[in-house]
Structure formats: C-alpha cells, structure tokens
C-alpha cells in the first residue's frame, strides 16, 4: 500500500508565503515524477508544479517566478514554496507521485489534499 501524506496548508494574507510538504511511504519501488496540483470550486483540478527523478521542473504560468517545487528522494519528500500568494491560488491542493510499487505495478497516487486560503 502507498501514502502520499501532504501538510503546510493553511490561511494566509496576499503576498504572504507558504510552505507545502508532501511525504511518500509504503510499498515503494521507484518514484519517478512527482507533483502538485490544486482545484478551486468549481474548477477542474489543474497542474501546479512537476518535478522529475532527476529534479527538472515545470510550472503552470501563472505560478512561474512565485513557486518553487523540490524534491528528496532519499527522503521521498516533495515540497511546494509559495511566496507572493494571491487570492486566486486559494484551493486545495493535491500532491500527486507517478510511481512503481514492490511489485512492479505503475500508477498515479494522490494524496488527500491541503486546503490553502488566500485572503485579508
């Protein structure tokens, strides 16, 4: 069985930051790209940040220059700094592992997602 386990959420004022950190465990075999997506209500969940095994990044436009996403694999640890929040980057946010179990199978595992508030 695999966990993906986020924390960091939470309230805070525009141009504020927050930090997103997102731990993988269980029946892991190999991680390959990991990643963060958030929904707002009433949208579709969408593409944050991705990181590779071999840490090349991407990001959605409208996160470009404010967040940065790193990751550990000894530790098997993603993380999500976001700085200059605005209030559209309110959501909940999903961490997202693309990834081989001890048994060899390939799938696509969420974690259960971290509300991020952005408001005065």
């Known amino acids: 069985q695999v966990q993906l386990v986020e924390s960091g959420g939470g309230l805070v004022q525009p141009g504020g930051s927050l930090r997103l950190s997102c731990a993988a465990s269980g029946s892991i075999f190999s991680i390959y790209a990991m990643g963060w997506y958030r929904q707002a209500p009433g949208k579709q969940r969408e593409l944050v940040a991705s990181i590779t095994h071999s840490s090349t990044t991407n990001y959605a436009d409208s996160v470009k220059g404010r967040f940065t996403i790193s990751r550990n694999n000894a530790e098997r640890t993603v993380s999500l700094q976001m700085n200059s929040l605005k209030p559209e980057d309110t959501a909940v946010y999903y961490c997202?592992?693309?990834?081989?179990?001890?048994?060899?199978?390939?799938?696509?595992?969420w974690g259960q997602g971290t509300q991020v508030t952005v408001s005065s």
């Open positions: 997202n592992a693309d990834l081989t179990t001890t048994v060899l199978r390939r799938n696509d595992y």
